[in-house]
């Protein structure tokens, strides 16, 4: 059943895609009733999928695939409902495409990590406001990659206006902080409550989490000043972005890959 609830929402992503793409390329209107529809079809089964993977007879499973599927699904749900007020279409492809991936993998390499949540509850709060900050800072990171696209083809002096399925640099950037800002609060309701419910966030194992949280949390917070105060746009505001993930990403996943898939393989 699995199995079967994995290959049924990549093939309903992968349709999604297929419907997305031609208009990316070229200035065909996209069916955006086809792609929400298959869109819908496979967070269901993603949903489904992940609920039974993740809360088990023995606890919650939060291995290291399944809680990256758990944020693919976030993301993906995010940047589905965004669809439905702003065009997100070049974010579409890249979103549900790693969504498939995350959810094949948790399905096909199972693994254990077990924990009681529900004896600890605060800490439930604490590991929630970091799922969510980590998929909002990660959208604002795609669309610091949209906003690069954009510029680069603005750059290049090819015409993006006769192209109605990508929307304009302005509005990007626009999204691009808007989105920070609500992942920057997040992150920052994570590092608090970790400071104040997890009594050991700086022991050893763990340590390597809250510094590079707390360098990323310094990235953001250079950024947005530099963006509010400073009037920074264009690519400096691109490779900080793109840095505050990739730091958020070594702290989330970095010892976890080392633990489950290099030692534990």
Known sequence: MDIVLAVLA?????????H????????????????????MIALLCHALLSAKLIFTASGQNLSMLNVASLIS?????????AGLRVRVWFLIPVVYSFAALNLLAATLLP???????EAHPHVLLHISLALFAYSTLMIACLYAIQLAYLDNKLRSK????????LPPLMVVEKQLFK??????????????TGLWFVGDMFAAGKAHKAILSAV????YSVLLWGHFQQGW???RVIWFSIVGAFLLTLAYFGSRFVKEVIIGG
């Open 20 to 39: 997305v793409l031609p208009g990316l390329t070229h200035s065909d209107g996209i069916k955006s009733k086809r792609v929400f529809g298959f869109a």
């Open 179 to 192: 989105i920070m800002l609500v992942g920057y609060a997040l992150l920052t309701l994570t590092l608090a």
């Open 73 to 81: 699904f976030i993301v993906s749900a995010a940047s589905t409902v």
């Open 233 to 235: 746009r264009g690519r």
């Open 111 to 117: 693994g254990a990590f077990i924990t009681h949540l």
């Open 158 to 165: 090819k015409q993006l206006a006769f192209n109605p399925n």
């Open 10 to 18: 990549s093939l309903c992503y992968a349709l999604a895609i297929g």
């Open 216 to 219: 990323a949390w310094v990235v």
